[in-house]
């Protein structure tokens, strides 16, 4: 899907960006844990059962290839085959100025994946009887631009038709002027209601950040809690998620890499690992780890947090006008991958799960650096797939704005 960051979020996708110079790189073999240097972190995942010599091979160096072919300095994956075994892999670096090799043990940033935790939350709010689907926004929010026609269910599909805030140029001027600044929810939606709507609700889809923010005042506003809250309380504790947290601002757990951006007024890159990502809330501001990704993504997928009627309304994918995906609410599909993807100014993260083989995926990488047009996180698990699942080959993309 669509990267989060501001410039060139949707629009010119097909062009190719400038890539991180290569890096030396650790061979791709399982890395240990960086000491954890804080209370409440966890060492990393170790693969008690691989695949086999032979496609465990053939997994590192597809990893290898594209990490190096796309200038990613940094990737973790995890791969879970039931009945098949593991593959479990931190591989390059995590910080390029020291050399630190990258491990399975990081803390990651993880953009849009935010979304899959956004819209749990309304949901859960559905099955309380407190929100429905087809409520219009202008039921919890004012001011927004044709909000007595827009739904929730179509903030959630993507389908509202608002323009995307993080496309408005002074928006961008800001954001890239000092990122490490705070915005507002409310700062941030005004960037995009200074524009017409770009079609009408529910004629299309179009990736908008716009989207989310709204849906999380929304929970906010129903459940009398900040969404930080209810989304700890509802969606993370009764999952499990130790490792995961809503940040208030630019606070960054240890261990974590180094994140490179070219999200720049000069198109330099640099280091994100310090920027503020509350201008992305509800829409991508989380940050979590392997062990927590990798059971997010199956809940997610299979719903088990919700009731069962809601959870098949949630994964009635519609159209996004790219063949072999279809977009929900606030999940996609992709060659029969359940998920979400995440990019924020200097990581991108994969989480999904093939329900057919019961299989689940997660990519961490430390760059958000688009190479020929692609984000590399699809790059990474295209190359993936095609080894193990060939009949199911992710492809997170979806048509430039």
Same mark, same amino acid.
């Given at each position: 899907? /669509?990267?989060?960051?501001?410039?060139?979020?949707?629009? +010119?996708?097909? %062009? +190719?960006?400038?890539?991180?110079?290569?890096?030396?790189?650790?061979?791709?073999?399982?890395?240990?844990?960086?000491?954890? *240097?804080?209370?409440? *972190?966890?060492?990393?995942?170790?693969? /008690? =059962?691989?695949?086999?010599?032979?496609?465990?091979?053939?997994?590192?160096? $597809?990893?290898?290839?594209?990490?190096?072919? $796309?200038?990613?300095?940094?990737?973790?994956?995890?791969?879970? %085959?039931?009945?098949?075994?593991?593959?479990?892999?931190?591989?390059?670096?995590?910080?390029?100025?020291?050399? +630190?090799?990258?491990? *399975?043990?990081?803390?990651?940033?993880?953009?849009?994946? *935010?979304?899959?935790?956004?819209?749990?939350? %309304? %949901?859960?709010?559905?099955?309380?009887?407190?929100?429905?689907?087809?409520?219009?926004?202008?039921?919890?929010?004012?001011?927004?631009?044709?909000?007595?026609?827009?739904?929730?269910?179509?903030?959630?599909?993507?389908?509202?038709?608002?323009?995307?805030?993080?496309?408005?140029?002074?928006?961008?001027?800001?954001?890239?002027? =000092? /990122?490490?600044?705070?915005?507002? /929810?409310q700062e941030v939606l005004a960037y995009g209601f200074r524009h017409d709507n770009d079609f009408g609700p529910g004629e299309k889809f179009e990736y908008s950040n716009t989207n989310l923010v709204l849906l999380g005042l929304v929970v906010e506003k129903v459940s009398g809690r900040s969404l930080a809250d209810f989304v700890r309380a509802r969606v993370l504790r009764p999952s499990h998620l130790d490792g995961t947290l809503f940040p208030s601002g630019a606070e960054f757990p240890e261990p974590h890499a180094q994140g490179y951006s070219d999200e720049t007024p000069s198109g330099e890159v640099a280091d994100a690992a310090d920027w503020n990502p509350s201008w992305a809330w509800a829409a991508g501001a989380m940050i979590s780890d392997l062990p927590d990704l990798r059971r997010w993504a199956e809940i997610v997928a299979t719903g088990r947090l919700l009731r069962p009627e809601t959870q098949r309304e949630r994964l009635t994918m519609l159209p996004t006008g790219f063949p072999g995906t279809g977009y929900g609410l606030g999940i996609m599909e992709t060659g029969g991958w359940i998920g979400h993807n995440g990019s924020i100014p200097g990581y991108e993260t994969v989480a999904v799960h093939l329900p057919e083989q019961r299989a689940t995926l997660v990519l961490m990488i430390n760059t958000d650096i688009r190479y020929q047009g692609q984000e590399p996180s699809t790059l990474l698990a295209r190359a993936i797939t095609q080894v193990v699942t060939p009949d199911h080959v992710y492809d997170g993309s979806v048509p430039p704005r």
């Amino acid at each position: 899907m /669509p990267r989060t960051p501001s410039r060139r979020l949707l629009a +010119a996708a097909l %062009l +190719a960006l400038s890539v991180l110079a290569p890096t030396a790189a650790a061979p791709a073999t399982a890395a240990p844990a960086a000491p954890a *240097t804080r209370p409440g *972190t966890r060492p990393g995942t170790a693969s /008690p =059962d691989g695949l086999g010599p032979e496609l465990t091979a053939r997994l590192d160096r $597809a990893v290898e290839e594209v990490r190096r072919q $796309a200038g990613i300095p940094g990737a973790v994956v995890g791969l879970w %085959l039931p009945g098949r075994g593991s593959y479990v892999r931190a591989s390059g670096v995590a910080d390029t100025a020291t050399g +630190a090799p990258m491990t *399975t043990g990081v803390f990651t940033r993880i953009g849009s994946e *935010t979304k899959t935790f956004t819209v749990t939350a %309304l %949901l859960e709010l559905v099955d309380d009887g407190l929100v429905r689907l087809d409520d219009p926004i202008s039921a919890y929010v004012d001011g927004v631009p044709c909000g007595d026609t827009i739904t929730l269910r179509q903030l959630a599909g993507m389908r509202s038709g608002l323009f995307p805030y993080s496309e408005d140029p002074d928006f961008d001027r800001a954001l890239e002027s =000092d /990122p490490t600044r705070t915005f507002s /929810p409310q700062e941030v939606l005004a960037y995009g209601f200074r524009h017409d709507n770009d079609f009408g609700p529910g004629e299309k889809f179009e990736y908008s950040n716009t989207n989310l923010v709204l849906l999380g005042l929304v929970v906010e506003k129903v459940s009398g809690r900040s969404l930080a809250d209810f989304v700890r309380a509802r969606v993370l504790r009764p999952s499990h998620l130790d490792g995961t947290l809503f940040p208030s601002g630019a606070e960054f757990p240890e261990p974590h890499a180094q994140g490179y951006s070219d999200e720049t007024p000069s198109g330099e890159v640099a280091d994100a690992a310090d920027w503020n990502p509350s201008w992305a809330w509800a829409a991508g501001a989380m940050i979590s780890d392997l062990p927590d990704l990798r059971r997010w993504a199956e809940i997610v997928a299979t719903g088990r947090l919700l009731r069962p009627e809601t959870q098949r309304e949630r994964l009635t994918m519609l159209p996004t006008g790219f063949p072999g995906t279809g977009y929900g609410l606030g999940i996609m599909e992709t060659g029969g991958w359940i998920g979400h993807n995440g990019s924020i100014p200097g990581y991108e993260t994969v989480a999904v799960h093939l329900p057919e083989q019961r299989a689940t995926l997660v990519l961490m990488i430390n760059t958000d650096i688009r190479y020929q047009g692609q984000e590399p996180s699809t790059l990474l698990a295209r190359a993936i797939t095609q080894v193990v699942t060939p009949d199911h080959v992710y492809d997170g993309s979806v048509p430039p704005r």
